[in-house]
């Protein structure tokens, strides 16, 4: 039994720095710039909880962090949405369904999920945000029972950059949880609900408890200032406040130094962390 935990272990340690052959089963487009991807591991579960990443690597070309947007599951098989912005992520882009890459992972701090049951849920996101944001709202969706109000925020620039719109759709019809949208700016395309930035949606809300309730805020650095005010108009405390700080992650475990907060790595001690524990650093927010 030792030798068998050990072995295990030392799988578990492989893959924090080796990546192992993942196979790309699934692929569209949603936006003009971001696709969703659907990979299956060929000998085991990718094993993440809502939040965490993974370093998605192509031979040749390089290595990127990216986030999980599926929730927790024993399948092998594990989503994300890759968003096109350089070298690796458009070599992604230009895998077929069938095509392999490499994965290391998973990595970082992750959504508490388990300590906030029996709380009220509100997510803010912004934008790709709603990528890792997804994770924690399935999540929270599967284990209904476990948590009180859900409350679902989501905001983009225009209508040709949402994502999910399926997703989006059903939570605008379920009865057990609210959700609200919005979008920065029309462009002229069809939209029939709010048009400004997120933190519009705020006064939607009414009355919320902010000591029976933690927001779950994930998005572009320039949203958090105006969330994290209008959260503070709403009576919040800093430490129920959580954010994910998806920002300069390269290696995945804290020895390149590309992330580093004063004394904190963004890989290895966040990306999901309290407010009022990152509140200090000048370069979080």
């Known amino acids: 039994m030792d030798k068998e935990r050990g072995n295990t272990q030392k799988k578990r340690n492989s893959s924090l720095y080796l990546p192992e052959v993942a196979t790309l089963i699934n692929k569209?487009?949603?936006?003009?710039?971001?696709?969703?991807?659907?990979?299956?591991?060929?000998?085991?579960?990718?094993?993440?909880?809502?939040?965490?990443?993974?370093?998605?690597?192509?031979?040749?070309?390089?290595?990127?962090?990216?986030?999980?947007?599926?929730?927790?599951?024993?399948?092998?098989k594990f989503e994300m949405v890759i968003r096109r912005v350089g070298s690796v992520t458009g070599a992604l882009h230009a895998l077929k369904v069938g095509d392999s890459a490499g994965i290391r992972g998973p990595f970082g701090a992750a959504f508490p999920m388990a300590a906030l049951k029996g709380r009220?849920?509100?997510?803010?996101?912004?934008?790709?945000?709603?990528?890792?944001?997804?994770?924690?709202?399935?999540?929270?969706?599967?284990?209904?029972?476990d948590y009180k109000d859900i409350i679902i925020l989501f905001g983009c620039r225009e209508p040709a950059q949402r994502l999910f719109t399926d997703a989006l759709a059903?939570?605008?019809?379920?009865?057990?949880?609210?959700?609200?949208?919005?979008?920065?700016?029309?462009?002229?395309?069809?939209?029939?609900?709010?048009?400004?930035?997120?933190?519009?949606?705020?006064?939607?809300?009414?009355?919320?408890?902010?000591?029976?309730t933690y927001a779950i805020v994930v998005g572009p650095p320039v949203m958090y200032k105006y969330v994290i005010m209008g959260l503070h108009d709403?009576?919040?405390?800093?430490?129920?406040?959580?954010?994910?700080?998806?920002?300069?992650?390269?290696c995945g475990v804290g020895k390149c130094g590309h992330c580093q907060m004063n004394d904190k790595y963004v890989c290895r001690d966040g990306p999901v962390f309290n407010y009022d524990r990152i509140k200090h650093l000048q370069e979080a927010i």
């Open 234 to 250: 709403m009576d919040f405390s800093d430490d129920h406040i959580i954010l994910s700080l998806e920002r300069r992650m390269k």
């Open 170 to 212: 059903q939570w605008q019809k379920r009865e057990d949880i609210i959700f609200h949208e919005s979008v920065d700016r029309t462009n002229g395309a069809p939209w029939h609900g709010n048009v400004g930035v997120i933190t519009t949606l705020l006064p939607k809300l009414g009355k919320v408890n902010p000591v029976d």
């Open 28 to 76: 569209r487009e949603m936006t003009p710039d971001d696709s969703f991807f659907e990979f299956q591991l060929k000998n085991r579960s990718l094993g993440h909880l809502p939040g965490q990443f993974a370093e998605i690597s192509v031979p040749g070309i390089g290595e990127a962090p990216i986030s999980i947007s599926s929730p927790p599951s024993k399948s092998r």
């Open 120 to 145: 009220n849920l509100l997510f803010i996101s912004g934008g790709i945000g709603l990528v890792p944001a997804r994770s924690a709202i399935l999540y929270a969706l599967e284990h209904r029972q």
